[in-house]
């Protein structure tokens, strides 16, 4: 199931609304790291609420913990980096709804928490490496620095567009490339 | 008239809840393989929806949330009247509409769950453009109207793509993500309006 590239796919869409925000490495970075929290702490929580879940509530009672999550994580983040939080806040519940959308692939509801948490972890790495990426690429490319640090403004200017919601998709499309290729060669030499 | 004109053209083009937003691109993918039909019934829905959940969670979130300084429930509250919203509307439609029931049984999860309708109500209270609960209906109509002209244009690029000859690695999602990237640098050109 881990090979299967519509799920990757499927991950890709579900942070593809943060990257519209996530302005800046750092920003990614946050919400990078409250996504993964996120979704691996949802996989482990509910395979132990499992039993006494239904289908129909499963995808509810999935977003009320990861906003919980989120939001413990939120001002555990505005605390630490008030202006870099501030500018995703608005996006970050949206994360939430990632679980949801994961909902297809995590249909073993009563999956051994190790073995969720393992998933969670992998799918939700995966989700958070790729958002990191495209807020470190967005960074570089729209304002020429890196974490706040100036890189190139000097000899270039930076490309302005970049740092738009177009600029992001763009980006987004190159990454998704670089990942099609990737496991083209590595399924090549059956590393996969 | 002017706001109306504003709220029209920010709505459609330059604040469009797909390419500004990035807000349902997911939904893009997902009408590459549906007829005409089905994505303009699915936009309906989600209209629909928007409509609905906007006019649900805005007072709650400005008029109760706002005074009472609990802004950080909003995405919490929001979730719980939407899912409550949603299973109003299965009741009532399966009781009284059957055949928009039969429309709405389809999709309507999925679209209820999209991040569109959560975004674009957590939005609402933060836009300058909105400044009461008419602006705010009638925002959440526009935006909806705005996802349908994307999800068609999209549409009418795809067909001619799907046709084309290319690369499995660009084929699929890449090409949705560049073909969303296009749209949004056009749509963005609008913004000196």
């Avoid at chain 1, 709804?97 to 999956?111: D, G, S, Y």
């Avoid at chain 1, 998933?119 to 620095?145: H, I, N, R, Y």
């Avoid at chain 2, 997911?26 to 590459?32: A, F, N, R, V």
């Avoid at chain 2, 709405?104 to 991040?115: D, F, R, Y």
Wanted: proline content about 4%; charged content about 10%; hydrophobic content about 55%.
């Amino acid at each position: 199931m881990l090979k299967d590239r519509q799920v990757y796919y499927k991950i890709i869409l579900s942070v593809v609304p943060l990257t519209a925000v996530c302005n800046t490495a750092l920003s990614s970075l946050i919400a990078a790291v409250i996504s993964l929290i996120t979704v691996a702490s949802v996989w482990v929580l509910l395979p132990l609420l499992g039993r006494f879940l239904t289908e129909k509530t499963a995808p509810f009672v999935r977003i009320i913990i990861a906003l919980g999550v989120i939001g413990t994580l939120t001002l555990i983040s505005t605390m630490l980096f008030k202006d870099a939080t501030q500018s995703i806040a608005l996006y970050l519940p949206l994360i939430a709804l990632t679980t949801v959308m994961l909902h297809p692939i995590n249909e073993n509801t009563k999956a051994l928490p190790l073995y969720a948490l393992k998933l969670g972890a992998t799918l939700g790495g995966f989700g958070s490496a790729f958002l990191f990426l495209v807020g470190v690429l967005k960074e570089l490319l729209g304002m020429g620095s890196l974490f706040g640090l100036d890189i190139y403004t000097k000899l270039f200017a930076p490309i302005e567009f970049f740092k738009t919601p177009g600029g992001a998709l763009l980006i987004c499309a190159a990454l998704t490339i670089v990942y099609n290729l990737a496991v083209k060669y590595l399924g090549k030499r059956g590393a996969i | 008239m002017k706001i109306f004109i504003t709220l029209l053209i920010s709505g459609i083009f330059t604040n469009n809840i797909i390419t500004h937003s990035l807000l349902g691109v997911e939904e893009l993918e997902k009408s590459k393989t549906k007829p005409v039909i089905t994505l303009l019934k699915d936009c309906a829905v989600l209209t629909a929806l928007l409509f609905v959940s906007t006019a649900i969670t805005y007072p709650v979130l400005r008029w109760v949330l706002a005074p009472l300084k609990l802004e950080y429930l909003s995405a919490l509250v929001c979730v719980a009247l939407i899912c409550a919203v949603i299973f109003g509307v299965y009741e009532l439609t399966k009781r009284f509409l059957p055949k928009i029931y039969s429309i709405i049984k389809e999709n309507g999860n999925m679209l209820a769950c999209s991040p569109a309708v959560l975004g674009l109500c957590l939005m609402n209270l933060g836009s300058e453009l909105i400044t009461g609960y008419p602006q705010a209906l009638l925002y959440s109509v526009i935006s909806g109207i705005g996802f349908t002209v994307v999800s068609l244009m999209f549409y009418m690029i795809n067909q001619r793509i799907y046709e084309s000859n290319l690369s499995d690695t660009v084929r699929g999602l890449p090409m949705t993500l560049i073909i969303a990237a296009i749209i949004s640098l056009a749509f963005g050109g609008l913004a000196g309006i």
